[in-house]
């Protein structure tokens, strides 16, 4: 059987300005480690994105944002997963990426990514790469993004619709207002459509087992998103709940082999809910306390291949997955200042995870002898699905565990110029080693123009769930014996920043141990190894921006990536593979009268290797958005994504040349209206 492509999508630009640029400087130490925000960020090299220039590039998900930084790329898999390249770093085999911690208004909502989630919800998103240490936040091994919506903002009333390619059907709205003491923040959305991409690469049932396949060979990725966001806010508490539900066709098929129909799916829930208390409890320490609960839940329904005519007794081989884990967590943390020039912060948090619901279900399996044995492989001899649950349903270990997590962060300032950062946290899992993680950081600038940052980190991350302790019902087994995987890093940072112009450049080098890959332990099985051999990952982000006397503005912000994947198993020792090592963004956002706004951008990728020996060529894609505001509060926007038709592609893992076909020319438009 050919590997699947897990249901789980657990994988896991420069900073876009829409306030004035000459006032960069408050914007940079908002968010540098000097900042008081987002204590559990620093120190961090943080890339800040802004809703109002990423709806005027064009840019409508928070896919298509992300793509837009240096050192990420955004990719779809054969089997409905959505991956995130954090500078280069990919692991082709494993589908399991809970390496990256997602987060709504600074709460987690894990490592979940939902690649639709609407820009024109958004009022800003932080984004660090590298280690991102924080006292609740155990997905941020290598990256950690933070996505502050408009309904956290006060007067930020907005409702947006848009259409487009695909049939695409999508609806937005966005309220804060007052409530007594209270700040009331609410957001909706709801986005579907039913995209079909041609598939020349993939395989079919007919090749592989000369079934019968009758429907359009094409890649179906339809989608229907809905998400829900309410807050309730004062001086001293603060209340949100998230809902989020995406419900995503299987792409080139789950099972690496297209879909004969359109009921293959991968759905993904989320609910997460917190309180948060924060008061001042003397002079110089404030006490803040959270309470919450996070519940993720993911379903997928695929067949395999179809047997039409059933002549012989046979059905169509049928799998499902229902499958909710749950987390409960309590955190006090302190923030100090009784010390000459030291802000201390020490903290511990403590959550117990637990699996609501471990359910599969088939109508053929090999492990357990169901279906008919034909020339020593098991085919289904009935329609009816057998449920399997406990030990033997998605993993075997479903006991709770908790998790004791310990923090403390101490800001220096040595000088009025000159600031040290020291942060150490331990996490205590039950059933696996201590995770223990640091990061050093220093920043120093003389003047209002120059900053300059070092930082050194080690972070560590304990193996998943679906690693540690996966059945093996698709021939994918769980292995108890996996290490911790380890990120030690070195960054150099410079920063350049006056009012009409900002540059950063951030030098990296990272060593991956203990890397989770995936090995072939007999013919078709397969189960997750620790890497023997260190990972290296090394490059170069630059990030450039400038407000012309027009107020026009340009973007431009580039990377160059080396990561060295190995995979002892498969004897493969690649520069970089799947995702291009060299990438290139550009953008201008030019208002040609007070009303008409003209918005190209330009995205180059370098060629990317793939696992063959082979490459995808590099590609020049072009991007135009054009909006034409009716008044100070409505606008209509009119754009096409890849203006010229340019065919380019993604990895494709088991096709027939490894690559994807993307789609062609696409268009949209939207109104947005402010109130």
């Given at each position: 059987?050919?590997?699947?492509?897990?249901?789980?999508?657990?994988?896991?630009?420069?900073?876009?300005?829409?306030?004035?640029?000459?006032?960069?400087?408050?914007?940079?130490?908002?968010?540098?480690?000097?900042?008081?925000?987002?204590?559990?960020?620093?120190?961090?090299?943080?890339?800040?994105?802004?809703?109002?220039?990423?709806?005027?590039?064009?840019?409508?998900?928070?896919?298509?944002?992300?793509?837009?930084?240096?050192?990420?790329?955004?990719?779809?898999?054969?089997?409905?997963?959505?991956?995130?390249?954090?500078?280069?770093?990919?692991?082709?085999?494993?589908?399991?990426?809970?390496?990256?911690?997602?987060?709504?208004?600074?709460?987690?909502?894990?490592?979940?990514?939902?690649?639709?989630?609407?820009?024109?919800?958004?009022?800003?998103?932080?984004?660090?790469?590298?280690?991102?240490?924080?006292?609740?936040?155990?997905?941020?091994?290598?990256?950690?993004?933070?996505?502050?919506?408009?309904?956290?903002?006060?007067?930020s009333n907005n409702i947006s619709l848009q259409t487009g390619s695909f049939d695409k059907r999508f609806s937005s709205l966005s309220l804060n207002e007052k409530l007594g003491s209270y700040n009331m923040g609410l957001g909706f959305f709801y986005l579907k459509d039913n995209k079909k991409v041609d598939a020349p690469s993939a395989n079919l049932t007919t090749e592989q087992f000369g079934t019968s396949f009758d429907r359009k060979k094409e890649s179906l990725e339809g989608k229907e998103d809905?998400?829900?966001?309410?807050?309730?806010?004062?001086?001293?508490?603060?209340?949100?709940?998230?809902?989020?539900?995406?419900?995503?066709?299987?792409?080139?098929?789950?099972?690496?082999?297209?879909?004969?129909?359109?009921?293959?799916?991968?759905?993904?829930?989320?609910?997460?809910?917190?309180?948060?208390?924060?008061?001042?409890?003397?002079?110089?320490?404030?006490?803040?306390?959270?309470?919450?609960?996070?519940?993720?839940?993911?379903?997928?329904?695929?067949?395999?291949?179809?047997?039409?005519?059933?002549?012989?007794?046979?059905?169509?081989?049928?799998?499902?997955?229902?499958?909710?884990?749950?987390?409960?967590?309590?955190?006090?943390?302190?923030?100090?200042?009784?010390?000459?020039?030291?802000?201390?912060?020490?903290?511990?948090?403590?959550?117990?995870?637990?699996?609501?619901?471990?359910?599969?279900?088939?109508?053929?399996?090999?492990?357990?002898?169901?279906?008919?044995?034909?020339?020593?492989?098991?085919?289904?001899?009935?329609?009816?699905?057998?449920?399997?649950?406990?030990?033997?349903?998605?993993?075997?270990?479903?006991?709770?565990?908790?998790?004791?997590?310990?923090?403390?962060?101490?800001?220096?300032?040595?000088?009025?110029?000159?600031?040290?950062?020291?942060?150490?946290?331990?996490?205590?899992?039950?059933?696996?080693?201590?995770?223990?993680?640091?990061?050093?950081?220093?920043?120093?600038?003389?003047?209002?123009?120059?900053?300059?940052?070092?930082?050194?980190?080690?972070?560590?991350?304990?193996?998943?769930?679906?690693?540690?302790?996966?059945?093996?019902?698709?021939?994918?087994?769980?292995?108890?014996?996996?290490?911790?995987?380890?990120?030690?890093?070195?960054?150099?940072?410079?920063?350049?920043?006056?009012?009409?112009?900002?540059?950063?450049?951030?030098?990296?080098?990272?060593?991956?141990?203990?890397?989770?890959?995936?090995?072939?332990?007999?013919?078709?099985?397969?189960?997750?190894?620790?890497?023997?051999?260190?990972?290296?990952?090394?490059?170069?982000?630059?990030?450039?921006?400038?407000?012309?006397?027009?107020?026009?503005?340009?973007?431009?912000?580039?990377?160059?990536?080396?990561?060295?994947?190995?995979?002892?198993?498969?004897?493969?020792?690649?520069?970089?593979?799947?995702?291009?090592?060299?990438?290139?963004?550009?953008?201008?956002?030019?208002?040609?009268?007070?009303?008409?706004?003209?918005?190209?951008?330009?995205?180059?990728?370098?060629?990317?290797?793939?696992?063959?020996?082979?490459?995808?060529?590099?590609?020049?894609?072009?991007?135009?958005?054009?909006?034409?505001?009716?008044?100070?509060?409505?606008?209509?926007?009119?754009?096409?994504?890849?203006?010229?038709?340019?065919?380019?592609?993604?990895?494709?893992?088991?096709?027939?040349?490894?690559?994807?076909?993307?789609?062609?020319?696409?268009?949209?438009?939207?109104?947005?209206?402010?109130?």
């Open positions: 059987m050919y590997i699947k492509k897990l249901f789980f999508p657990l994988i896991f630009p420069l900073s876009l300005f829409s306030q004035e640029l000459d006032n960069i400087l408050n914007d940079l130490n908002e968010y540098s480690d000097k900042t008081h925000l987002n204590i559990n960020y620093k120190p961090t090299a943080m890339t800040v994105l802004y809703g109002n220039d990423l709806e005027s590039l064009g840019i409508n998900t928070l896919s298509e944002a992300l793509d837009f930084i240096p050192g990420i790329q955004t990719y779809s898999g054969t089997g409905s997963n959505s991956y995130i390249s954090i500078r280069g770093q990919t692991q082709p085999f494993n589908t399991i990426y809970e390496k990256i911690g997602f987060f709504i208004n600074n709460i987690s909502i894990g490592p979940n990514y939902y690649q639709n989630f609407p820009i024109s919800l958004i009022d800003r998103i932080e984004i660090s790469k590298g280690s991102t240490l924080g006292l609740n936040n155990p997905h941020s091994f290598i990256a950690n993004v933070n996505i502050i919506t408009k309904s956290s903002i006060e007067n809905i998400g829900f966001l309410l807050s309730f806010k004062n001086d001293n508490f603060e209340f949100s709940n998230t809902y989020i539900k995406s419900n995503i066709q299987n792409n080139y098929g789950f099972f690496n082999l297209l879909d004969f129909n359109d009921d293959g799916y991968s759905e993904y829930e989320t609910i997460s809910s917190e309180l948060k208390y924060t008061k001042d409890i003397s002079e110089n320490n404030i006490f803040e306390s959270k309470i919450g609960i996070l519940e993720n839940n993911y379903n997928f329904n695929s067949y395999f291949y179809k047997l039409e005519p059933n002549n012989i007794g046979l059905y169509n081989p049928h799998f499902g997955i229902d499958y909710t884990k749950r987390e409960k967590y309590l955190s006090f943390l302190i923030k100090n200042k009784t010390f000459n020039n030291h802000e201390i912060d020490f903290g511990i948090n403590v959550s117990r995870n637990s699996i609501v619901k471990n359910d599969f279900y088939t109508n053929v399996d090999e492990d357990y002898k169901i279906g008919s044995l034909i020339a020593g492989k098991y085919y289904p001899n009935s329609p009816n699905l057998t449920k399997f649950s406990g030990n033997d349903g998605n993993i075997s270990n479903i006991d709770d565990k908790t998790n004791i997590s310990y923090y403390i962060n101490d800001t220096y300032s040595y000088t009025d110029n000159l600031t040290f950062s020291f942060l150490a946290k331990i996490d205590d899992f039950k059933d696996f080693d201590n995770s223990k993680s640091f990061k050093v950081g220093t920043v120093y600038s003389n003047d209002n123009t120059n900053i300059y940052k070092f930082i050194l980190s080690k972070s560590s991350k304990i193996p998943s769930n679906t690693e540690d302790s996966m059945v093996g019902h698709l021939n994918l087994y769980g292995n108890e014996d996996l290490k911790n995987e380890d990120l030690k890093s070195a960054e150099l940072i410079y920063i350049y920043s006056d009012n009409k112009d900002k540059l950063k450049l951030n030098l990296f080098y990272s060593i991956y141990e203990n890397s989770i890959d995936i090995k072939e332990f007999e013919t078709n099985k397969y189960t997750y190894m620790n890497e023997s051999s260190n990972l290296d990952n090394y490059g170069l982000e630059a990030e450039y921006s400038k407000l012309f006397e027009n107020r026009s503005k340009i973007f431009l912000n580039s990377s160059y990536n080396v990561f060295e994947y190995k995979n002892s198993s498969y004897n493969l020792d690649i520069n970089t593979p799947i995702v291009s090592k060299f990438t290139t963004k550009l953008g201008y956002i030019y208002p040609i009268t007070s009303k008409f706004t003209i918005s190209p951008l330009l995205r180059y990728y370098g060629s990317k290797n793939l696992l063959n020996g082979e490459e995808i060529n590099d590609v020049l894609l072009t991007d135009l958005n054009l909006i034409h505001k009716f008044s100070k509060h409505s606008k209509l926007s009119f754009g096409v994504k890849n203006l010229f038709d340019q065919t380019y592609y993604y990895y494709g893992y088991q096709t027939k040349d490894e690559k994807m076909l993307r789609e062609g020319k696409t268009w949209f438009t939207s109104f947005s209206y402010d109130f």
